[in-house]
């Protein structure tokens, strides 16, 4: 028997658009305090007024964030697979059947040989089990889930959803702080205009040096916090996370597009507000990736003609 598995992994090429007010980030520190890690940051918002945001992350709850998992590689996922499959072929009487399996660059072949037909499918059958349950805990590890894009292509990207999820309980000191900038913390509009406008400003990055990403192209919400920079997924997850500690039962989403990626939020669009529909859902789309300052409901219009020629794919929270 012989599989062929062919794996591409989704590398999002975020472009900072120009067409908005830029943001920029006046300053930036953090240090190790008693109680933990603070961060400081000041930054010039979409008025060019000055905005503040200061908040510690005590170090137990930073140690429990995710970190960066490595950057995908079929040939080590091939290797974790074939040692999975040759546990399993150990278990097996060789007077019962015999099993070869050899790897090949970015595929295994298994052969199996048997008295009867049945026993060699019933082989097989195992064989193919075995295989699935290995991928499904390598990918789990290292954080990477199968994905279709935008274009009906399978690919295999960072589990984002995932990252924000558990990352979610370390974003409650910055969502505690943020509140106390706005004038009704419990106005979802408002606090999300602050977060952009905080997110958009945090230095871009590729992230594509293995010295501050290994080499992924992506950082965790933790990494992003301690590196101060961040691409388009980045930026998105950390602003996932911070969602889910503000409201948990506020429906959230990843919206993919060509080379970038932006968030969406189910709230009840205003007439000014872009929105993207999904299952009859109406997510407000919103741009954390920066430097151009967009508040909720803004986006570039590279991003509205990628969404107008159906380019887009959803991934709800």
């Keep these: 028997m012989f599989k062929s598995f062919v794996y591409l992994l989704l590398l999002t090429l975020c472009i900072a658009h120009s067409q908005a007010v830029n943001a920029k980030q006046t300053s930036f520190s953090q240090m190790r305090t008693v109680d933990g890690r603070s961060f400081d940051y000041k930054w010039l918002d979409k008025n060019n007024e000055v ?21 995908y590689n079929p040939i080590l996922a091939q290797n974790s697979i074939r040692r999975a499959l040759m ?8 007077r019962l059947a015999k099993i070869s399996i050899k790897q090949s660059g970015g595929s295994i072949q298994m052969q199996v040989t048997a008295p009867t037909k049945e026993d060699a499918e019933a082989i097989n059958k195992k064989l193919g089990e075995q295989y699935a349950a290995a991928e499904n805990a390598y990918m789990s590890k290292h954080y990477y889930v199968p994905f279709k894009n935008e274009f009906g292509q ?23 702080e943020i509140k106390k ?8 509009n408002e606090f999300i205009d602050f977060a952009l406008s905080w997110l958009q400003a945090i230095p871009y990055d ?6 501050s990403s290994n080499g992924s192209g992506f950082a965790s919400p933790r990494q992003l916090l301690l590196d101060n920079k961040g691409d388009c997924d980045s930026k998105s997850t950390l602003f996932l ?10 429906q959230t989403s990843m919206v993919y597009l060509p080379n970038h990626a932006l968030v969406g939020v189910v709230l009840k669009p205003k ?3 872009q929105f993207i529909t999904d299952d009859g859902v109406r997510f407000v789309l919103a741009e954390p990736t920066g430097p151009a300052q967009y508040s909720l409901g803004e986006i570039d219009n590279k991003s509205e003609l990628a969404i107008r020629n159906r380019q887009v794919s959803l991934e709800r929270f």
């Design 51 to 71: 905005q503040i945001l200061s908040f510690t992350i005590p170090n137990e709850t930073l140690l429990t964030l995710p970190e960066s998992a490595p950057a």
């Design 87 to 94: 546990t399993y072929a150990k278990t097996v009487d060789p």
């Design 154 to 176: 399978d690919f295999i990207k960072q589990d984002h959803k995932r990252y924000a999820l558990e990352s979610a309980d370390g974003m409650q000191a910055i969502v505690k």
């Design 181 to 188: 900038h706005l004038s009704n913390p419990r106005n979802p």
């Design 206 to 211: 590729t992230l594509e040096n293995r010295a």
């Design 241 to 250: 996370a911070l969602m889910n500690a503000y409201n948990p039962k506020l």
């Design 271 to 273: 007439d000014d507000q």
